[in-house]
Structure formats: structure tokens, C-alpha cells
Antibody, heavy 123, light 108 residues
Framework: QALLVESGGGVVQPGRSLRLSCTAS????????MHWVRQAPGKGLDWVAI????????YYANSVRGRFTISRDNSKNTVFLQMNKLRSEDAALYYC????????????????WGQGTLVSVSS | DIQMTQSPSSLSASVGDKVTITCQAS??????LNWYQQKAGEAPKLLIY???SLQTGVPSRFRGSGSGTDFTLTISNLQPEDIATYYC??????????FGQGTKLGIK
């Protein structure tokens, strides 16, 4: 059974950093691009970033570009989101999601989601 | 960036009804449009991909249609378990992705 489990969320002060992790199991992780998507409390879905299956291509939402970095370690079936210079508007439940494409930079369809990890930004 | 506008933002319908949710893109995205269902307290779930293809395991009462800028999600014979918020998502250029603001569906 394919599964994604996020971790690393917590309470952080504005301007500080946090690193999220998402560990995959039950599928060939190294073949799929991976996304991060966030959802502020009571709000809609907000796409954050994508990384290609091999980690060579990365794309970001305008709101996080230059502050957030997505990376992956295929030997550990894990994708990361390094979040720097956090702002109050970054507070959200962060989901990782599998892109259904295999061996490509992206296909654009998110077919498997984790349960999310909560990030709170507060002084 | 491509903007996605869903309507309505919320609606209520009766069990057995046919429900229609629309999604409009700010520019032509051909068929690069997905629909997701998110039940309260749960992660989103893929329903429809490529505008009209039903994801494996999704009941056939869900149907997606449209192309270009205008898309529709139709739920026939509404069931109590369909209570959820529904989101459209475009993937036209594969470097940025946009979700609609969501449509919250309730039962009368």
C-alpha cells in the first residue's frame, strides 16, 4: 500500500526556519516527481513546490520562491521542504503529494497525498 | 500566472440530486485540469484527471467535462458520503500549478 508520511511541523517564530520531511513507502519513490501543497486553517489548497523524479528540476510558487527549498533523497525515499524566513502567512497544514508522472519532470496530477504536518508561525 | 475560478463557493443539495460545479481558467489550458475531493479532516483525493478521466476506484456518478477555459464537475445521484469540498487544479505549463478556491458541498 502506497503511503506518504509528513513530519517536522511545529511552532516557529517569524523569520525563523523549519524543515519538513515526507517519507514514502509502498511504491518506487525514485520514479515520481513530488509536490508540496499547503492549506491554511479554514482555507483552500495552495501549491508550494515541485521537484522532478531525479531532483534536477525544481519549481516554486511566487509566494515562497527564494525562501523555501525543495529537495529529495531517493536512497531514503524522502522529500524535504526547507522553509526559511517564515512569515505569519506561511502558517498552514503542509501536504506532500506524489505526481503521477514517472521518469519525467512532472505530469501535473497529484494522485497520492499524505495526511499533512502543521506549521504555526507565531511570536 | 493562470487563475482558476470555481463556482459556486458553496451549495446544498438533496440525496439523489444532480450537482454541477464549474471551474473557469483565466487562459486556455486545453484539458490540463484535475478535480479533487476533500472531506473534513482528511487529505484531498484525486477524482478526475485530464478534465474527464475517472480515477480508479471513484464512483461513476462523478463526471468531468470541458476544455479550453471552462470545465464542469457533475455528481449524479448525490450520496451522503459526497459531502466534501471540491477543488479544480490546472497543470498547463508544469512549472506552476493553481487550485480553484473550492466548492463546499452540503446535504439539505
Amino acid at each position: 500500500q502506497a503511503l506518504l508520511v509528513e513530519s517536522g511541523g511545529g511552532v516557529v517564530q517569524p523569520g525563523r526556519s523549519l524543515r519538513l520531511s515526507c517519507t514514502a513507502s509502498g511504491f518506487a519513490f525514485g520514479r515520481n516527481p513530488m509536490h508540496w501543497v499547503r492549506q491554511a486553517p479554514g482555507k483552500g489548497l495552495d501549491w508550494v513546490a515541485i521537484i522532478s523524479y531525479d531532483g534536477t528540476r525544481k519549481y516554486y510558487a511566487n509566494s515562497v520562491r527564494g525562501r523555501f527549498t525543495i529537495s529529495r533523497d531517493n536512497s531514503k525515499n524522502t522529500v524535504f521542504l526547507q522553509m526559511n524566513k517564515l512569515r505569519s502567512e506561511d502558517a498552514a497544514l503542509y501536504y506532500c503529494a506524489r505526481d503521477e508522472g514517472r521518469g519525467v519532470a512532472a505530469a501535473g496530477t497529484l494522485d497520492l497525498w499524505g495526511q499533512g504536518t502543521l506549521v504555526s508561525v507565531s511570536s | 500566472d493562470i487563475q482558476m475560478t470555481q463556482s459556486p463557493s458553496s451549495l446544498s443539495a438533496s440525496v439523489g440530486d444532480k450537482v454541477t460545479i464549474t471551474c473557469q481558467a483565466s487562459e486556455d489550458i486545453t484539458f490540463f485540469l484535475n478535480w479533487y475531493q476533500q472531506k473534513a479532516g482528511e487529505a484531498p483525493k484525486l477524482l478526475i484527471y485530464d478534465a474527464s478521466s475517472l480515477q480508479t476506484g471513484v464512483p461513476s456518478r462523478f463526471r468531468g467535462s470541458g476544455s479550453g477555459t471552462d470545465f464542469t464537475l457533475t455528481i449524479s445521484n448525490l450520496q451522503p458520503e459526497d459531502i466534501a469540498t471540491y477543488y479544480c487544479q490546472q497543470y498547463h505549463d508544469l512549472t506552476t500549478y493553481t487550485f480553484g478556491q473550492g466548492t463546499k458541498l452540503g446535504i439539505k
